[in-house]
């Protein structure tokens, strides 16, 4: 409930909130009162049940869902050649996720927090010092480990779900009208009184959907039918349930549309609620830091993102990990944000870019893999996208009118990312374009190191190397620098798959080279590490002769030297080059004994 829900269960706190009360606002009169909840509700049904549950949810890559799933799944020279666009896309989608992870903790926290002032004025001084307390809390607490933190925070979504369910069921009895709001015709007649402002409105309208994202993206680690069932059971009814009372309130007192959450409340349940509401929005923001956590991880194995340090918290669950550069860089964005827009209304129209983006970019994903994998034809593709498409472009149109009041925020911050994606996979492919212009010959390299009376001392030398052919450059330093080979070479490469996992007896391949040099393919899935030691001890089971204790491992690097021209701008290419210096350690991300590495390093003019 708090990884999937979180996000999701707590935009009934300033979502209907920005519809009646907001820069999208429109008067709170009974009409529009009905046809705004109508839209909710429908929003609701159409997007979350219809479009994710129902259809993407069919689309897993290997059971991991999410938009960098159906990225892998239709990168270039898996699929086709014409995904390129397609995948460009994605990377777009999956950045603008970095937007959502910023804003998402941010708007959380301020708005369960800024039911203290509801209370009483006094406490209106104290809402941003505690919101930024307790957002630096939240992130000093990741290093203890997702399951830890979900430990202690679990069940207090569920708890969430069930007083709004209880306290918007007492609501609604007050004002039982309000039930009208499920005939869809109440939202036409909207459109048709309001005009081009009813269609600002679905900038405020999208706030209810936002997590729906982390519906998809948290099917691999908890499969199809247990969210389906906590959503159909628990999740939806209690939002309906809390947006209808919040309407029934403001049809008898519309002018408490600046709080209708919690000026809705029954004397006494203010002060819990807002202690509960705090509690909830911090498992919301866990939520969205996690699968920040694990974005990131899948970029890094898809060759998207530099080496980061990654640290594993938990020894029997693989997907749960802490990022420290990645944490202690949302934090402090996240308090920027807090303290640049001081109040959930401000940042609520930066909030809904990020999420109509990424929803319009993933039903795109999906209909270039339902022509690619399923081979739908042309009529089924316009007929189900194109309808999912329309309210998703919807949602996005309306929401790219607020770029000047705050929505430069996420879109800035999706940029960012995506061009970052962008420059590491180009300079990593100029690096390879450059290592095969050398035009070296393994062939020949190993028969003039063997056959011209190099010298041969004992133990293994392990070379890493980037790409599966040819001599890797490191070789060719060594060979070059210290004029000795060792009596057992292995040539090993790293490869990752656009699969999540590989299975143990696909993991390694050995291909003998003659002359005790061996070549070693290890592979592994987006959602795993490396760990070469642990390739080479599966090397042994296959015929590898190697001692662990006598292995030597050799790892270059390289300093980047930008030159005019080579398809990138020199600035650009000094960029790859600061981003290559301060990547993580190759020793570290692949579980070298350090030990047992010789570095030896290569300036390349790119």
């Known amino acids: 409930m708090g990884v999937v829900f979180g996000d999701l269960g707590t935009s009934p706190l300033y979502a209907l909130q920005q519809s009646f009360h907001g820069p999208e606002a429109v008067p709170a009169t009974p009409q529009n009162i009905l046809g705004v909840l109508s839209l909710f509700i429908w929003s609701l049904l ?16 290997h059971g991991e869902g999410g938009i960098l799933a159906l990225v892998a799944l239709l990168k270039p020279g898996r699929q086709g050649k014409g995904n390129g666009w397609v995948v460009g896309l994605g990377l777009f989608g999956a950045a603008l996720l970095y937007g959502d992870g910023v804003i998402t903790p941010a708007i959380s926290v301020l708005s369960a927090v800024e039911g203290l002032k509801v209370a009483t004025p006094i406490f209106e001084p104290y809402v941003v010092p505690l919101t930024v307390l307790i957002l630096v809390a939240l992130f000093a607490v990741q290093p203890f480990g997702t399951g830890k933190v979900g430990g202690v925070f679990g069940p207090i979504v569920a708890l969430w779900f069930v007083s709004i369910g209880v306290l918007g069921a007492w609501g609604i009895s007050r004002a039982p009208e309000v039930l009208a709001a499920f005939n869809p015709w109440h939202a036409v007649r909207f459109f048709q009184a309001s005009g081009w402002h009813g269609f600002r409105v679905l900038g405020a309208v999208i706030l209810c959907l936002t997590g729906a994202e982390a519906l998809y993206a948290d099917m691999g680690g908890f499969g199809r039918r247990p969210i389906r069932l906590a959503w159909f059971t628990l999740a939806l009814p209690a939002l309906v349930l809390s ?31 807002v202690a509960l509401a705090t509690l909830a929005t911090v498992v919301a923001s866990q939520a969205l830091i996690s699968a920040v956590f694990s974005l990131t991880q899948q970029a890094i194995q898809l060759g998207y993102c530099p080496p980061l340090h990654i640290v594993h918290t938990s020894p029997g669950h693989r997907g749960q990990i802490y990022l420290p550069g990645v944490n202690w860089g949302l934090m402090l964005a996240c308090v920027a944000v807090v303290l640049g827009f001081r109040a959930s209304a401000a940042l609520a129209s930066a909030y809904g870019l990020a999420v109509a983006g990424t929803m319009a970019i993933t039903t795109v994903l999906f209909a270039a893999v339902a022509r690619e994998r399923w081979h739908w034809p042309t009529w089924a593709l316009a007929l189900v996208t194109g309808a999912f498409l329309a309210v998703d472009l919807s949602f996005l149109g309306a929401n790219l009118l607020k770029v000047a009041e705050g929505g430069w925020l996420p879109l800035g911050m999706g940029l960012g990312a995506f061009l970052g994606m962008e420059l ?46 040819g001599p890797p450059l490191v070789l060719v330093h060594h060979l070059r620098h210290n004029q000795l080979l060792h009596e057992h070479v292995v040539l090993l490469t790293v490869h990752i ?15 003998p ?44 690097w390289v300093n980047v030297r930008a030159q005019r021209g080579g398809g990138l701008p020199r600035w650009l290419k000094r960029l790859y080059g600061a981003m290559q210096r301060n990547a993580y350690h190759t020793t570290d991300y692949f579980r070298l004994p350090s030990a047992q590495v010789m570095e030896l390093g290569a300036r390349v003019e790119l």
């Open 513 to 556: 080279l003659g002359e005790g040099v061996f070549r070693v393919l290890a592979r592994y899935g987006y959602m795993e590490r490396p760990d070469v030691p642990e390739a080479l001890r599966q090397a042994q089971a296959q015929g590898l002769a190697v001692a662990p204790g006598a292995v030597t491992y050799y790892v270059g």
């Open 243 to 273: 947006y209808l009372s919040q309407g029934a309130w403001l049809l008898h007192h519309p002018e408490t549309a600046d709080a209708p959450f919690f000026r809705s409340l029954p004397a006494g349940a203010l002060y819990p609620m």
């Open 424 to 469: 590491w996979q180009r300079g990593r492919r100029l690096l390879v374009a450059h290592h095969n212009a050398k035009g070296l010959d393994l062939d020949a390299l190993l028969h003039e190191a063997t056959q011209g009376g190099l010298p041969r001392v004992k133990g293994t030398g392990v070379f890493l190397s980037g790409i599966h052919h």
């Open 46 to 61: 159409a997007v979350v049940c219809l479009k994710y549950l129902t259809l993407l949810m069919r689309v897993d890559n």
């Open 497 to 511: 798959e656009s699969v999540p996992a590989v299975s143990a007896h696909e993991r390694v391949a050995l291909e």
